[in-house]
């Protein structure tokens, strides 16, 4: 039996009164077929959804091409990337670029002047506004590139001709906690994956007794945001990052009060009863991932230990990391640490420098040259030594290192008088070195203040763009699905800085 379709009056795209409703719209809009089509919808966001739960959808993710069960097991990426590893150097607190890697010679010709009018802002806390201060210490040009660098990073100048400044950096947020939580997960947002969980859920990792994402703090205390900035988000919680402890043994309680013949059988029979309870409640991806820690904490036993043992380090590395010395012996330690693990096939370790709140990180509103001068000579000789250790063993031009904190620092004083500088969220310096970027190059700008990103801006997606195309991934197509949506580290946005590539 056929349905005759009625006719519809309408001059919508041109279409003569009177004609077929058919000709013009596909569904007739009547009735019947309006209330027909609703319930295909919501029949297949019911199947998304079970789909979901199932797993399908992350077994058939975009960009993951899983060659094993494990959730962290090797995956072909989009395409060739020099990176197989990346080395995040998080200077928690913000460090001030316009004292650090971001020259900017009008601040002191200008000193003791207003910031001019149109430089409209957010005052973070309401603290007061001071005049532009110059740099608090000298900017020194580096290597044959000649890039200027501050005397807080001697150390890091003398390798100016491998690193990639970004001097254009913009982010949303004026606060530590969001400012945090972006430069993380790309979002002011809590909730979303970390950077980290988005590299080892595309690509996996090398080492599977070893976690594919490792995050180490400073003794004084994590970022104030804490967990959500390492954590996996609505993915499954096998791919956040795994704590690693900053000063004595890393990881604890790695020796257990079992023989490894007992501990085995302990866990089979667990894996037994949690699979049972599994396949009644598809979607246990909390329950899945625990079931894997136990395993990876099995197989971590008998690498672990030696891969974070440095007595195996000769006495030239240590001391050239700063092991042993003050003020470097906790980041020198954290450095090595990472340099030996990315060693070992660890896809993702992000280092924190600074912890807590105020002085004890970069955050230098009381004083940039009692801050920074503290700081700085905490990592400066540790980050030098990465970058000559990675390069004299061949795993430069494998390992992605990106430096960088949450924010900047303003280029006016807090007051007057102040020798302290409040936050910029507005223009910033982050670097890159290795990993396939181009050395001894500087790219975008900020105003002759640097007060904002002006030439070439930087956005965070940008940024997380860039990293994952170094690691062969694109960003477009490295999707996880959530909620009916193919959702993206870089959201919708996103342009990866293809002239710091080489």
Not at 42 to 67: I, N, Q
Not at 211 to 229: E, F, L, T
Not at 288 to 302: C, D, P, T
Not at 468 to 491: N, P, V
Request: net charge neutral; proline share 6%; hydrophobic share 35%.
């Amino acid at each position: 039996m056929s349905i005759d379709r009625p006719q519809v009056r309408s001059s919508h795209n041109g279409a003569q009164r009177g004609a077929p409703a058919a000709s013009r719209f596909p569904c007739g809009k009547t009735r019947r077929e309006f209330v027909w089509e609703m319930g295909a919808g919501f029949v297949g966001l019911a199947l998304a959804s079970l789909l979901d739960a199932d797993g399908f959808f992350d077994r058939h993710a975009r960009g993951a091409t899983v060659t094993s069960n494990s959730p962290m097991a090797p995956r072909a990426p989009h395409f060739a990337g020099k990176a197989t590893s990346c080395i995040f150097l998080m200077m928690n607190g913000g460090p001030s670029h316009v004292d650090t890697f971001d020259y900017k010679p009008s601040l002191a010709k200008y000193a003791g002047e207003s910031l001019p009018p149109d430089k409209t802002f957010t005052k973070s806390g309401n603290r007061n506004m001071g005049f532009r201060t110059p740099a608090w210490r000298t900017f020194r040009p580096g290597g044959q590139s000649g890039l200027m660098i501050s005397d807080y990073f001697p150390r890091v100048r003398e390798h100016a001709d491998k690193l990639a400044l970004i001097r254009s950096c913009h982010t949303d947020s004026h606060a530590h906690g969001s400012a945090l939580v972006a430069m993380n997960t790309g979002s002011t947002f809590i909730g979303r994956p970390s950077l980290g969980s988005w590299c080892v859920y595309g690509l996996g990792t090398g080492n599977q007794s070893l976690p594919g994402y490792v995050a180490i703090m400073d003794k004084r205390g994590g970022p104030i945001s804490g967990q959500p900035n390492w954590a996996s988000g609505f993915m499954p919680a096998s791919y956040q990052g795994t704590l690693f402890r900053p000063v004595g043994e890393p990881v604890l309680d790695l020796r257990g009060p079992l023989d490894a013949k007992a501990q085995r059988t302990q866990l089979d029979l667990l894996a037994r009863l949690n699979e049972q309870h599994l396949a009644s409640r598809p979607g246990g991806s909390e329950l899945a991932a625990r079931v894997e820690s136990y395993e990876l904490a099995y197989r971590m036993q008998s690498e672990a230990p030696e891969a974070v043992d440095l007595a195996n380090e000769d006495a030239k590395t240590l001391a050239m990391y700063g092991v042993g010395s003050e003020p470097t012996d906790e980041f020198g330690r954290n450095c090595l640490v990472a340099r030996r693990l990315v060693e070992r096939g660890v896809r993702f370790v992000q280092l924190y420098s600074g912890g807590g709140h105020l002085e004890d990180t970069w955050d230098a509103h009381e004083s940039v040259e009692k801050n920074h001068g503290k700081h700085g000579s905490e990592v400066d000789q540790p980050i030098a030594a990465l970058l000559t250790d990675l390069e004299r063993r061949g795993l430069l031009d494998s390992t992605l290192v990106l430096w960088g904190g949450e924010f900047g620092r303003m280029p006016f004083a807090e007051g007057e008088g102040a020798p302290g500088r409040n936050h910029n969220p507005y223009g910033f310096t982050m670097w890159m070195a290795g990993g396939g970027v181009k050395g001894g190059v500087s790219y975008g700008e900020t105003d002759e203040f640097g007060f904002a990103a002006a030439v070439d801006p930087v956005h965070l997606h940008d940024l997380h763009a860039t990293v994952l195309a170094l690691m062969g991934m694109d960003h477009e197509k490295l999707t996880y699905f959530h909620q009916g949506r193919e959702e993206r580290l870089t959201d919708v946005f996103g342009n990866v800085i293809e002239k710091i590539i080489a």
